[in-house]
């Protein structure tokens, strides 16, 4: 797959649910970033350890989804643009910009530069 197709699959295991194959995406040594200061910011190291995160997502957000707006993919560098929204008492309509590196077909860096203070006002407390 190309760099593009990487990511572009990334979202489709994501969307659909297709958790194992959505692991298999990413390097063993794959470093997420997640911007700003709610539940789920930080930096995660490794497959394992970025899914444990997500896993939390479904307690945090009623509705979570994500519709991606466009993919620009340069050599083995992607960013793509997302409008994200989830439902519920804590409605969110939100702007997101992932950019990733692509190392040997894998998932090698994520940063997330979501809207965080949309993501933390939506998240439920508990």
């Given amino acids: 797959m190309t760099p593009k197709e990487v990511v572009q699959k990334n979202y489709e295991c994501f969307s659909t649910g297709d958790m194992a194959t959505?692991?298999?995406l990413y390097a063993e040594n794959a470093v997420v970033k997640v911007n700003g200061i709610?539940?789920?910011s930080g930096i995660y190291h490794g497959p394992d350890n970025w899914m444990s995160a997500l896993?939390?997502?479904p307690?945090?957000?009623d509705e979570f989804k994500?519709?991606?707006v466009n993919i620009i993919s340069?050599?083995?560098q992607v960013f793509a643009m997302l409008q994200a929204t989830a439902a519920g008492s804590g409605k969110m309509e939100a702007d997101f910009?992932?950019?990733y590196k692509i190392e040997n077909g894998k998932i090698a860096e994520f940063h997330i530069f979501d809207d965080s203070q949309?993501?933390?006002?939506t998240m439920h407390a508990a």
Avoid: Q, Y
């Fill in 22 to 24: 959505f692991r298999t």
């Fill in 38 to 40: 709610h539940k789920l």
């Fill in 55 to 57: 896993s939390h997502m």
């Fill in 59 to 61: 307690k945090l957000f």
């Fill in 66 to 68: 994500i519709d991606v």
């Fill in 74 to 76: 340069e050599g083995n």
């Fill in 97 to 99: 910009g992932h950019f």
């Fill in 118 to 121: 949309k993501m933390a006002a």
